[in-house]
């Protein structure tokens, strides 16, 4: 298996990165992917992608929107170029809209649809992250289409807004959150859907599941939502794993 979305980069997992890391192998996941989020950080994710050879993407997250868009831009453009050719990097991402950051939005919008211009250009798929942001997303994407699609990070939308993303040729993000009984809208639509829209992923150290006790996320906690989704699609858990890991593979071209 393969986490598709992990923050092991991050200072949380600087203390014991090596142990989440054999901890992650020991339950079976291989590898995971890091996305970018903003130029300050990706030194270390490079490093940390380097060291363990994992797979990243490199972007700007819209809670790290840049005052100087163009400049931004720019050193992104300049950093995908030089990478373009490792087989490790794999989308650009992750990037997208956020309206809890209201006070950013006119920049947030330049800057995603500057990197699905990228996406467009370097033509690799997109890792995207939308909180309260469906419709100015989907409007983007109508805009600019993107033949390899991506990935809505985190999905917790209906069925219907799912579809919509599905006949864009994208997959959604399923974490932590099918773990909530609450998340009531998540569930319906992991059940309603054939397995070939979903992808698995952690959002490490984010999104911990409410039945672990460490409030720190990380990859190991991928086979957890493996059985709650193949309890939901009424299928075994290994043909879940087997199918989501393919879907993750055409994907971004593992
Ligand atoms: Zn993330």
Known sequence: MIDTHAHIDFAEFDADRSDVVLRMHSV??????IPGV?????????????????????????????????????????QVSALLEC????AIGECGLDKLY??????????????????QSVNLPIIIH???AHPEILACLKKHPLPRG?????FSGSTEIALEYLKRGFKLGIG??????????LLKTVCDLPLDSFILETDSPAMAPINVI???NQPANLVLFIDKIATLQKKTSVLVSEHLMSNSVQLFDL
């Open 28 to 33: 079976g996941i291989d590898n995971l992917i």
């Open 38 to 78: 903003s130029p300050k950080h990706w030194q270390k994710q490079l490093a940390v992608a380097e060291q363990y050879q994992f797979y990243y993407a490199l972007g700007i997250h819209p809670w790290f929107c840049p005052e100087d868009v163009d400049a931004s831009i720019f050193a992104l453009t300049s």
């Open 87 to 90: 087989p490790r990097f794999v």
């Open 102 to 119: 209201a006070s950013t939005w006119p920049r947030q919008l330049a800057v995603f649809e500057a990197q699905l211009k990228l996406a």
């Open 130 to 132: 939308s909180v309260k």
């Open 150 to 154: 991506g990935v809505i990070h985190a």
């Open 176 to 185: 932590g959150l099918i773990m909530n009984p609450n998340a009531k809208k």
């Open 214 to 216: 460490e409030k720190r």
